[in-house]
């Protein structure tokens, strides 16, 4: 699931997290056989990756938030071609995502605009197409193709006041768009979504806030062949569910949900030091206040091979990132890390592309050649 923090005040910065159960052993992932990003050089320089592709040739393209644009590199790391520029016009971008590459032919999302972009590898565009007559005027998130040719969707998560001040949890819709991204998306299903938090101390709008509630269940969503996979992180199963909307399996997963309170207080005291801005300062005291149910996980991820690889709660702050990878059938094949700081971004069998962050916050991205056992 895409975030979408609309009134959020900023609260998702990086989160310490629990220690492992005793007598799992998460072992580090290989180191990568390439690394690409170079601080101060302009092609070479990332700030916010938020997709990453293996090409068949072995080349890889990038989506990163800061460059509005889809850049190529060679299998040895070097700039060959860049798709796209920051604008609205054709094969232009305000935010790119790669949501799906075929062979010599990538599809971008533009979550600013909503809209789909076609280009082939040698840099031809082959179209755009708007999402917003399919959503009839709402919006949505491109969260993946399902092996028919058809888009799944979700709904985005926008914290407000309408419910009133506390916390709530709004609710994800998962989708279905036609192939050629118009018509009218097909619903096919309701979950809770993000737990939100709504601070209104008196009547005083001007101190009114909300944004997510940090270290409480969200729900993610991930589309594997021509199926639909939904996760609460607030529950330790997954739905696995058909085009139709259907559950066709529930995953339960062999984890139990940390505690996090000591990490909440952390976190409070960051975020504390770190604002000059009184109303923040308010919500976020009143945010760590409130009580929330136990969340089991932060992240979901499909690899091309259908393992789900869950991303769990770090040991400490400074800790290794830590995987529970999961088989087809649910059960684990493999317990793996990457250094504090990383996450995985995308898994195409054997290849693993890892996102590395240094201390200025610029980002690097690895290849990684691993096999689950």
Known sequence: MKINLALSIGLLGFLPNAAPAQGEDYR?????????????????EFLGINAAYRLPDGSIVVADRQTSAL???????????????????????????????????????????????????????????????????????????LQSGHWAVSTPHSPGWSHGPGVYRDTLRVGIVDRSGTGKVRWVGGYPGATLFAYMPGENKRLWAAGWLFYAPTSLVEVTGDSILVGD?????????????????????????PDLRAYRTAERDKRL?????????????????????????????????????INLYEESFGAPVRYLVL?????????????????????????VLVVQKDENDIERLGLVRWTPP
Do not use: C, M
């Open 28 to 44: 580090p992932l290989p180191k990568p056989l390439l690394v690409i990003g170079t601080e101060g050089q302009t092609d070479y």
């Open 71 to 145: 850049r190529i590199f060679d299998s040895a790391g070097r700039l060959v071609r860049t798709l796209g520029r920051k604008g609205e016009g054709p094969g232009e971008f305000q935010i790119a995502s790669v949501v799906s590459v075929a062979g010599d032919t990538i599809v971008a999302f533009d979550f600013a605009i909503f809209r789909l972009t076609t280009y082939k590898t040698d840099g031809t565009l082959l179209g755009t197409q708007p999402l917003l007559n399919a959503l009839e005027g709402g919006r949505a998130y491109i969260e993946g193709r």
């Open 233 to 257: 992180t607030g529950r330790p199963e997954l739905l696995l569910l058909r085009s139709d909307g259907q559950v066709a399996r529930r995953i339960p997963l062999p984890i139990s949900a």
């Open 273 to 309: 030091a770190e604002s000059k801005d009184e109303r923040e300062k308010g919500y976020i005291q009143a945010a760590h206040n409130v009580p929330r149910p136990p969340t089991y996980y932060k992240g979901l991820l499909v690899s091309s091979t259908g393992e789900l690889w």
């Open 327 to 351: 088989g087809r059938n649910g059960k684990p094949r493999a317990r793996v890390s990457v250094p504090a700081g990383s996450r995985v971004i995308n898994i195409q069998t054997p290849w």
